[in-house]
């Protein structure tokens, strides 16, 4: 049974993850610094897949324990790489945060899997490396616009020095998974996005605003150049994301990448407005959302939505899951938590 590193692995899109390693017979090790998640996580997990994964507290910017764990995993088939922060509008407020948390780590995690028998290492990259691109769909020779936020930037300069440590170590395989908007929960229930604090995505605050947390959604902006007037984003199911890891890892693991960089676009293909997810939300719940109008929301792109060809013919991989399925298992998730 090969064995996978998860960094990260109890986030959001780590933990749904490692739930589809294990369905794929990969023994699975995560580490977390546990400043964004919860020990709990591991339980539903556990209760999803019947095997618990081996788990290891760690925070990664300790160059010195990083070492330590490798030298006591050294039988590690390939690493996918989640830990990093990820909130766009607090990495504008602590920028040295973003670029020492999410980068230093990327550079210790990259010497590390160098030191392994086989190097294989997933990146998690986002749909924010193209800023408001040019043409929709989004394809991967989209240009690289200058990023709107420390958080984006981390994200390109990461998969730069992913690239740049390729063109000299032959033996290391890279893939930068470029997600559009993750959203939804494992439909067991027992997994799913635990925001701390005010939610800053949309579908977590719609589900939250559902289940009265809070007074009413507002929708940052109606007079975009959009059908509907407001903005449009590429809205993929969690698990069809987590999905698209394991298919990647495979490719490494069986040498079967083109080049030792790939960049896929991770998205459903299919552009969703504002407007049409709260549509969505209301079909799925069976109850009407409070919502208004509000200012637009800075750094906010007018579309994004993914070509997604590339990942269906190289990696064999295309989302299965619809819009309505992934608002109905994010709103059992928030029912489940709230108790209603
Ligand atoms: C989606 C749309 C908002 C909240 C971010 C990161 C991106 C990736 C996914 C990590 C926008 C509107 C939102 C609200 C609203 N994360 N909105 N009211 O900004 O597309 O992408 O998350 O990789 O890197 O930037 O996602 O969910 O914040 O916003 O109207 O209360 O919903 O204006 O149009 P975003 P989002």
């Known amino acids: 049974m090969k064995k996978i590193l998860v960094t990260g692995g109890l986030g959001f899109i780590g933990s749904h993850t490692v739930v589809e390693l294990q369905n794929e017979g990969f023994e699975v090790v995560i580490i977390d610094d546990l400043s964004n998640s919860s020990l709990k996580v591991i339980d539903g997990i556990t209760a999803i897949t019947g095997k618990a994964p081996i788990f290891e507290k760690l925070d990664m910017k300790d160059q010195r324990a990083l070492i330590d764990f490798f030298q006591r995993h050294d039988d590690i088939s390939g690493v996918i790489h989640f830990a990093a922060s990820k909130a766009v509008g607090e990495s504008v407020q602590k920028p040295l945060h973003y670029y020492e948390n999410n980068l230093n780590t990327l550079v210790y995690i990259l010497k590390a899997v160098l030191g392994l028998q086989t190097s294989n290492i997933i990146f998690s990259s986002s749909c924010t490396v193209y800023g408001q691109a040019d043409k929709m769909p989004i394809t991967e020779s989209a240009p690289i616009k200058p990023a709107e936020s420390p958080y984006g930037n981390t994200k390109q300069i990461g998969e730069e020095i992913i690239k740049d440590v390729c063109k000299v170590e032959n033996e290391l395989k890279a893939i930068a998974l470029r997600y559009f908007n993750p959203i939804g929960a494992h439909t067991s229930a027992k997994i799913g996005e635990l925001p701390i604090g005010v939610p800053q995505n949309l579908v977590p605050f719609i589900t939250q605003t559902a289940a009265g947390l809070r007074e009413s959604l507002s929708v940052f902006g109606d007079d975009y150049p959009t059908p509907d007037g407001t903005c449009i984003r590429d809205y993929i199911h969690v698990v069809d994301l987590a999905k698209a890891h394991v298919v990647a890892l495979k490719r490494l693991i069986a040498n079967k990448n083109s080049s030792n960089f790939e960049t896929f676009n991770i998205g459903t293909g299919v552009g969703s407005s504002v407007l049409e997810v709260i549509q969505s939300f ?59």
């Open 282 to 340: 209301e079909r799925v719940s069976n109850q009407s959302l409070n919502y208004q109008f509000a200012p637009k929301r800075e750094g906010d792109v007018i579309s994004a939505y993914a070509d997604t060809h590339k990942a269906n013919s190289d990696l064999g991989w295309k989302a299965e899951s619809t819009l309505d399925d992934a608002m109905k298992s994010a709103w059992d998730w928030e029912k489940k938590i709230r108790n209603l």
